[in-house]
């Protein structure tokens, strides 16, 4: 191989390898490019399908009258934010207390449904969801709106802030 020949990068009569080797670099870059694309969208579907299973699984405990288990969305600890009609209280323990409290019986707790508007993962670990809630009684119809925080936690998503209106 003389120096003529790697000036202008041929070998043997072949086009410019170097092009052609950086083209191939460039395409293997693109495809890895969208691969990982392709994986985090992915990820942040199966993240906001997690999400919306975890208010399905709270809204089917709510309606067999199980507040023990509607509770297990939330994240069991102190830093719990819930704020109500009643201003921001803190704590698993006071929002289990004040959900008994308002809703004794399942008589009382009615029938829940949710219209999911948003859900919004604002991190790999953090999201955002909006939405309105609707409880049917026997006697009366009660409706609002609520906003969550949601923090995923040993690869469970769990309620970390609830604003209910």
């Not at 993240?47 to 969305?73: V, Y």
């Not at 008589?107 to 219209?115: C, E, P, R």
């Not at 909006?130 to 006697?139: D, F, I, N, P, Q």
């Not at 609002?144 to 925080?149: A, C, K, S």
């Amino acid at each position: 191989m003389n120096l003529n020949m790697l000036s202008t990068c041929q070998i043997k009569g072949r086009p410019d390898y170097l092009i052609f080797l950086l083209l191939v670099m460039k395409k293997i870059m693109i495809m890895f490019l969208l691969f990982i694309g392709a994986m985090r969208a992915s990820a942040q579907n199966d993240d906001k399908i997690l999400i919306l299973n975890l208010l399905e699984d709270q809204r089917q405990a709510w309606n067999k009258g199980n507040i023990m288990e509607f509770m297990q969305g939330y994240l069991k600890s102190d830093s719990l934010l819930f704020v109500g009609k009643n201003g921001p209280k803190y704590g698993w323990d006071t929002t289990l207390t004040n959900y008994k409290k308002s809703y004794p019986d399942q008589k009382a707790m009615g029938f829940l449904s949710f219209d999911i508007k948003e859900v919004r993962l604002i991190s790999a670990d953090h999201a955002f969801v909006s939405g309105a809630w609707h409880l049917k009684r026997e006697k009366d119809e009660l409706k609002g709106f609520f906003t969550l925080i949601l923090k995923k936690i040993n690869g469970e998503w769990k309620v970390i802030a609830d604003h209910s209106s």
